[in-house]
């Protein structure tokens, strides 16, 4: 009979295997006992504080810290002021939003709020990389993040004054793999060659890329319904309000009103989408694309002043 050794985790293995991604591939695991956590072949061992060992398959955790790496959140989960995206800034990078506007009804108030506020349109004057992640993420700010979901620009190779010209050699920008400053990423690559030891064909990745990329084939579809329109000026329209939720224990609520008279149609063209229904910031996604899916453009109400009187309901 062969001996296993038990071995402590590395720093991937400390971030794969937690008890918090056990217990999203085991919804019945009790982690109130567990004195510590180490790996054996192809199992992750939990062992209690009584001595006694649990055995759980190391692949099932690493699907389940895949797959929370890679989760969607909510809509206005990365959104700024006013509903703003994600901002340009320098090196074919983005400062994403926290949504603190939209955390609760009364988010706009908070200090994270008001400096989102302040800072919204000077970020592009802050160069540096290191400087603007800094004033993102430091614990008095706590803004967002800089992401790069196509890679960030590389510095151009130096030119030589003093040398020749060379017509075959061109000055083409290098970009580099999908980035972002937010922790969950950066211990993933300060790890990486950890990380591709435990999961094949591992590349960092974390849920402000994967909202990032989900904006922007939101973005693309809009454009793209827009402009079947012949006129440039859609007739099927669709007005949307969200009203954060009141505290933590509740979702917000989410509005449409549809019409095929036009953005510009007046209040009485105007029809709630299914006013029986209750719909949150959790179906924002799917209402946007199946709306757009028929053909509808999506517009915020607050964009719209003939529909004012909405938001006073």
Same mark, same amino acid.
């Given at each position: 009979?062969?001996?296993?050794?038990?071995?402590?985790?590395?720093?991937?293995?400390?971030?794969? $295997?937690?008890?918090?991604?056990?217990?999203?591939?085991?919804?019945?695991?009790?982690?109130?006992?567990?004195?510590?956590?180490?790996?054996?072949?192809?199992?992750?061992?939990?062992?209690?504080?009584?001595?006694?060992?649990?055995?759980?398959?190391?692949?099932?955790?690493?699907?389940? $810290?895949?797959? $929370?790496?890679?989760?969607?959140?909510?809509?206005?989960?990365?959104?700024?002021p006013n509903y703003r995206g994600p901002s340009v800034w320098h090196h074919n990078a983005y400062v994403l939003f926290k949504g603190w506007y939209y955390s609760h009804a009364l988010g706009h108030l908070t200090s994270n709020a008001k400096?989102?506020?302040?800072?919204?349109?000077?970020?592009?004057?802050?160069?540096?990389?290191?400087?603007?992640?800094?004033?993102?993420?430091?614990?008095?700010?706590?803004?967002?993040?800089?992401?790069?979901?196509?890679?960030?620009?590389? +510095?151009?190779?130096?030119?030589?004054l003093d040398g020749e010209l060379d017509d075959n050699e061109e000055q083409k920008s290098v970009f580099g793999e999908p980035t972002c400053s937010c922790g969950s990423f950066q211990r993933q690559l300060n790890n990486l060659s950890t990380?591709?030891?435990?999961?094949?064909?591992?590349?960092? #990745?974390?849920?402000?890329?994967?909202?990032?990329?989900? $904006?922007?084939?939101?973005?693309?579809?809009?454009?793209?319904?827009?402009?079947?329109?012949?006129?440039?000026?859609?007739?099927?329209?669709?007005? #949307? #309000?969200?009203? *954060? +939720?009141?505290?933590?224990?509740?979702?917000?609520?989410?509005?449409?009103?549809?019409?095929?008279?036009?953005?510009?149609? *007046?209040?009485?063209?105007?029809?709630?989408?299914?006013?029986?229904?209750?719909?949150?910031?959790?179906?924002? #996604?799917?209402?946007?694309?199946?709306?757009?899916?028929?053909?509808?453009? *999506?517009? +915020?109400?607050?964009?719209? *002043?003939?529909?004012?009187?909405?938001?006073?309901?």
């Amino acid at each position: 009979m062969s001996i296993q050794t038990q071995l402590e985790l590395n720093a991937a293995q400390s971030c794969i $295997y937690t008890r918090t991604n056990i217990r999203r591939a085991y919804q019945d695991f009790d982690d109130s006992e567990a004195a510590g956590i180490y790996s054996r072949a192809d199992d992750c061992i939990v062992v209690r504080r009584d001595g006694t060992e649990q055995t759980y398959s190391r692949q099932l955790i690493k699907t389940a $810290y895949s797959s $929370y790496t890679h989760r969607l959140k909510d809509f206005f989960s990365y959104l700024g002021p006013n509903y703003r995206g994600p901002s340009v800034w320098h090196h074919n990078a983005y400062v994403l939003f926290k949504g603190w506007y939209y955390s609760h009804a009364l988010g706009h108030l908070t200090s994270n709020a008001k400096l989102q506020s302040h800072w919204a349109d000077k970020f592009i004057y802050v160069s540096d990389p290191a400087k603007i992640t800094t004033l993102l993420q430091s614990d008095q700010t706590d803004l967002g993040h800089l992401v790069a979901p196509d890679g960030m620009r590389l +510095p151009n190779r130096a030119v030589n004054l003093d040398g020749e010209l060379d017509d075959n050699e061109e000055q083409k920008s290098v970009f580099g793999e999908p980035t972002c400053s937010c922790g969950s990423f950066q211990r993933q690559l300060n790890n990486l060659s950890t990380f591709q030891e435990e999961i094949q064909g591992f590349k960092p #990745w974390c849920i402000h890329l994967t909202w990032f990329n989900k $904006y922007r084939e939101l973005l693309c579809k809009r454009t793209e319904v827009r402009n079947a329109s012949a006129s440039g000026a859609p007739e099927k329209c669709v007005a #949307w #309000w969200y009203a *954060p +939720p009141s505290d933590a224990h509740n979702d917000g609520r989410f509005m449409l009103l549809h019409t095929k008279s036009g953005a510009q149609a *007046p209040m009485t063209h105007w029809r709630h989408y299914k006013p029986k229904e209750v719909f949150t910031q959790k179906d924002a #996604w799917d209402l946007f694309f199946n709306m757009m899916e028929a053909g509808y453009v *999506p517009f +915020p109400g607050t964009s719209l *002043p003939q529909l004012k009187s909405i938001t006073k309901q």
